[in-house]
């Protein structure tokens, strides 16, 4: 896989999660479970705003998506729990998992971990 096309499975997986947040915001506004529901909106507009329009903003693109990645797993941690509440049978589960890897995907698209991966070459 070409990196131009990573980047553009990262781009759909950052619209992805943001409208399934922007989803389950929704669908909590409407039970009058505002608190929750206000909180999901605003972490996934935050998340559309960085992905649609980092140029503006100034920030550069790698910078954007592992922000996006930080903010969506808090955004699946309360999404987890909402369907916890909720008494789902495997949803709860299924968000969790999600919320655990998205930070270990934004650390593995940092150069933090290049830095750590490739060890200092010392001469022997």
Not at 9 to 28: R, W
Request: aromatic share 16%; net charge positive.
């Amino acid at each position: 896989m070409t990196k131009r096309t990573a980047r553009k499975l990262e781009f759909f997986l950052h619209i992805l999660t943001a409208f399934l947040l922007l989803l389950k915001g929704y669908s909590q506004i409407r039970l009058h479970l505002y608190f929750p529901g206000g909180i999901l909106l605003f972490l996934a507009a935050t998340v559309l705003v960085l992905i649609l329009s980092w140029k503006p903003l100034g920030v550069k693109p790698k910078q954007a998506r592992i922000a996006c990645y930080y903010i969506e797993s808090a955004a699946l941690f309360i999404t987890s729990y909402i369907f916890l509440l909720e008494g789902k049978d495997t949803h709860p589960y299924i968000f969790f998992l999600a919320a655990i890897l998205y930070p270990v995907l934004g650390f593995i698209s940092s150069k933090k971990f290049r830095q750590l991966r490739k060890p200092d070459r010392e001469e022997v």
